[in-house]
Each structure stands twice: as C-alpha cells, then as structure tokens.
C-alpha cells in the first residue's frame, strides 16, 4: 500500500471510530428517552399511593413531588458515585471538578431543573397523564432555540422556525380532546409548561461547564445530589412557611412502612439515575442537539410503555388517537428543529 | 489540589507546544495523578475523541503505524484555548 493509500485508509477508520461515538451517543439518549418515561410513570404512581393519605391539594401535591424527586435525585447521585468508584473513578475527583468554579454553573441551574421543571413536570403528568405531559415536555428544544438565539446569539434558520411551528400544532392536537378518567387536564397541562422553561435555561447555562467536565462526576455530583438537597430544603421550607411542618414526617413514615410504595421509589430513583446520566454522556458523545432530538421524542415513547404498565397493573394509562397523532407531529417537528434530517442519519459529518 | 483529569487533558493542550498524542499526554499527565486507572491511554484517548466532537481539540495527523493501528496527532483548536479563563 503507497503512502497516500495508507492515509485514505487512516482516515476512513478515524471517521468510523467518530461515527461509532456518536452512535452510541444516540443510543444512549434512546435508552435515556425510555427511562424518563419510566421514571415518569413509577414516580406519578408512589405520589398517587402516598397522596391518597392525604387531602388533595395542589400545594400538598408540589411538596409531594418535591419530596419524592429528592429522595430519588439525593439517593440515586450516592448509588452512582458508588458505581463510580467500583468503575475506578478516584473518589478524588469529586473535591476536583468543585475546585472548578465554572463547573458549579450546573449546580446553580440544577434548581431550575430540580425544583421548577422536573417537580411540576410531575405535578402536572399526574393531572394530565404521562403521553400530554411529554408533549408539552417536548417543546423544550423549542424554547432552547429561541433562548439561544436571543442570548447566545446563535443563528436561527427558516428551517428552526418552521419546525417550532410544527411542534406547537403536535401540542394543540395531543390537547384538543382529554383522554377519559383524566380530571384537571388542562390545569396539568399548564403547570408542566414549566418543565421546557426550567430546562431550557438550565441547557442555556450549563453548557460551557459540562463541555469541560466529565458527565459522570458532574451529573451525580450537582444535578442529582445538589438537586435533591435543593428539593428536600425547597419541600421543607415550603412546608414550615405554610405551617404543614408535619407532611415531611409524615410522607417519609408511608414510604417506609409499605413495601409497594418503597419497591416503586426504589425503581423510579434506579431509572432516573439511569435518564440522568445517559443523557449527560450522550450530549458529550454525539452533540446536545442530536441527544435532544432523541431524549424529546419521549411522548412516543410514553405510548408503549404506558400500556405495557397498564397491563402489569402498575398504571391506568389512557390515551386519544387525537393524543397518539399529536405526539408523532410533535416528534416530527423537534428533529426539524434540532436537526436537518438528513444530518440527523448522517453520521459521517460528525464534527 | 490537582484539576478533574477531563480538565488537566485540555489544560496540557492548551500548554503543549504544538501536536501530541493520547499515548504522550497519558504518559505526561499520569504522572501527576498516581495509581487513578483513570489516566489510562484508554480513557484519555476517550477524553480527546469527546473534545473533538465538541470543538476544542482537532485531529492535526492521522496514519497507520506499521500494524495498521490508527495513529493520530492531535492539537488545541481557537474553541479550545477560550476555555483556558475556566481552568483554575
């Protein structure tokens, strides 16, 4: 083989080691996709089982969600620095990136992540249900579009516009008709609104710091401990201003004293863990923008699972065929946001 | 204290006087990390690929040694060296 043969065949390996970088990105931002809806749907449920102790009130069902979450961010972090360290990750390295001030960017957006989006996300699904919650979910790399075109500066094309357009008409038709035995649709709707608001900005400000540093130290380290002590304070705060000082007790004693409720905590931190932090590689592997168009194409995936649940029995799952088709155009106009299409498929411009 | 092992790769780009490989900067920053699997060529190759895809670091060479195994140069781009204001 002569010299610049050698280089060719250099230089199609290096292009196929990128290629199957990014692959893996989007396979794990698919495995994140599905985990988010599974976590979605065991923690709606444990807020259901331990909200059914309890008078039913919007603000007892926001602390609810912000204790569940807590607990789930709090613990799951632990359980991932635990696998951290069995990988051969220093614990060292911990103390390290917090050395890094640019780094605590992340913790600083965790609270808008933590708090606001991901808690009245939850709130919201339990009113609206798993497949119109995502929906709205799903608008979030819209609003990351235009945050960043109005504060990055980054430039927005026709085709970015267009696809906005195409999200918001998937969002009105998967909300036109209420699935049956579904009460305060539209109030669940309004308060996962939130969500894409809260993410965005934390995607808006985090950006620069995660592209320095190792998302598994970051993600369990800020998002998900710092998270879940933002929560668990929030909850409590929330709680003694309100004079309801005695929910906290009170929800921590359900979850111990059943198993099911436990079981589903467990299983709702496991695979949130597992959503957080594939998510967070898979933006390192294959570009935010990829990773976004396949986390965000949850509320099809919500269709699925919520059935599979349902007939384990974990979940009543409903959905319209108005909420079915409305999902697929949402799908649809989040890949012509985030990506030309053609680009999406086209690994080999990886760079 | 030492910087996070992800920082300390584009740090010593940023510092190395032109190209490098993932060998060289393993063999140069696993010194001052003793005993952390985590200075492995391995990982700190892996390190390199995901600055590559994110800008801050370029593949300035690419060849085949004489087993057919890539061999690559790489070096700090503009992007990269703008990050240096968030090293400590």
């Known amino acids: 083989m002569n010299v610049l043969e050698k280089k060719e065949q250099a230089k199609k390996l290096y292009e196929d080691r990128k290629v199957k ?34 008078a039913e009130t919007l603000l007892f069902t926001y602390i609810l969600s912000l204790v569940v979450l807590g607990i789930c961010e709090l613990f799951g972090g632990i359980l991932m620095i635990i696998f951290n360290t069995v990988r051969g990750i220093p614990l060292a390295e911990y103390p390290r990136i917090w050395r890094v001030k640019a780094s605590r960017v992340v913790l600083a957006s965790a609270f808008l ?227 030309k299409p053609s680009e999406l498929f086209n690994l080999r411009d990886v760079s | 204290m030492k910087l996070p092992i992800k920082l300390r790769v584009l740090d010593y780009a940023i510092h190395k006087d032109g190209s490098f490989s993932a060998e060289e900067a393993a063999r140069e920053i696993g010194h001052e990390y003793p005993g952390e699997k985590t200075v492995s060529v391995k990982n700190i190759e892996k390190i390199i690929r995901v600055y590559c895809g994110i800008g801050m670091l370029k593949a300035s060479d690419i060849d085949l040694d004489e087993e057919d195994n890539l061999k690559i140069a790489y070096e700090v781009t503009s992007a990269g060296r703008a990050c240096e204001s968030m090293i400590p």
């Open chain 1, 21 to 54: 970088l990014a692959v893996l990105g989007l396979v794990l931002a698919w495995i994140s996709a599905l985990s988010l809806v599974i976590f979605q749907n065991f923690n709606v449920r444990v807020t259901e089982m331990i909200g059914g102790h309890f």
């Open chain 1, 113 to 339: 992540g933590g708090p606001v989006a991901t808690a009245c996300s939850i709130v919201g699904i339990s009113f609206c249900g798993s497949t119109y919650g995502n929906c709205i979910i799903g608008l979030t790399p819209v609003v990351t579009a235009i945050l960043g075109t109005i504060f990055l500066k980054e430039k927005t094309g026709v085709r970015v516009f267009v696809g906005i357009f195409i999200t918001v008409v998937g969002v009105v038709i998967a909300s036109i008709a209420p699935p049956e035995g579904v009460s305060n649709f539209y109030l669940g709707l309004l308060i996962t609104a939130a969500a894409p608001i809260g993410y965005a900005i934390e995607a808006v400000l985090s950006t620069k710091a995660i592209d320095i540093s190792d998302p598994l130290i970051v993600c369990p380290l800020y998002r998900m401990i710092g998270g879940g002590c933002m929560e668990l304070c929030c909850a409590l705060i929330i709680c003694t201003v309100t004079g309801h000082a005695g929910w906290i007790g009170e929800i921590f004693t359900l979850i111990f004293s059943d198993k099911v409720i436990l079981l589903f905590l467990l299983l709702a931190m496991v695979f949130l863990t597992i959503q957080y932090n594939e998510i967070y590689v898979a933006y390192s592997y294959c570009g935010a923008t990829r990773g976004s168009a396949i986390l965000f194409s949850s509320p099809i995936w919500s269709i699925p699972i919520g059935l599979v649940m349902d007939r384990m029995g974990i979940l009543s799952f409903s959905v319209t065929l108005m909420g079915i088709i409305g999902a697929a155009v949402l799908v649809v106009g989040i890949f012509v946001v985030l990506a």
